[in-house]
């Protein structure tokens, strides 16, 4: 049974094997994953600040795109219940993926976060537009 988990402070001996595949400037106390039994098959790291969520980095053990669905459906939610109203990507070669999701190219906005000047290079995800739309917008 695949299970997804949100890990905070807390991380098990599965979680500090995982961490040392990591680049190291992505690690932080804020990762959520995907685990098959006691193997970790994906996981995605991120930072809050205040009502965004920054995705830096995901990592998958299996090229099963439904992993990858599920882990980030399920950041997507936990953000929610946390009322963080906003999720940022970067885009890699992935960028079909997260737009069938919901993502959206990030423009110049209202909003201040730092992006290093690369806006251009990120999608964003309105938590409130996702789960208010049919079927939790699978396009």
Do not use: W
């Amino acid at each position: 049974m695949i299970l997804f988990k949100n890990y905070g402070k807390e991380k098990n001996e599965i979680i500090s094997a995982l961490l040392s595949e990591i680049p190291s400037e992505y690690v932080n106390d804020n990762v959520m994953i995907a685990q098959d039994g006691d193997e970790i098959i994906g996981s995605c790291f991120y930072e809050i600040e205040g009502q965004f969520c920054k995705l830096n980095y995901v990592h998958m053990m299996t090229d099963e795109e439904l992993i990858k669905d599920g882990l980030i459906r399920t950041l997507i939610n936990a953000m929610d219940l946390l009322d963080v109203t906003k999720i940022i990507a970067k885009i890699a070669r992935d960028e079909s993926f997260y737009a069938k999701i919901g993502f959206n190219p990030l423009f110049f906005s209202d909003f201040m976060i730092d992006l290093k000047g690369e806006e251009s290079n990120y999608l964003i995800l309105d938590t409130k537009d996702f789960f208010a739309n049919t079927c939790c917008s699978s396009k």
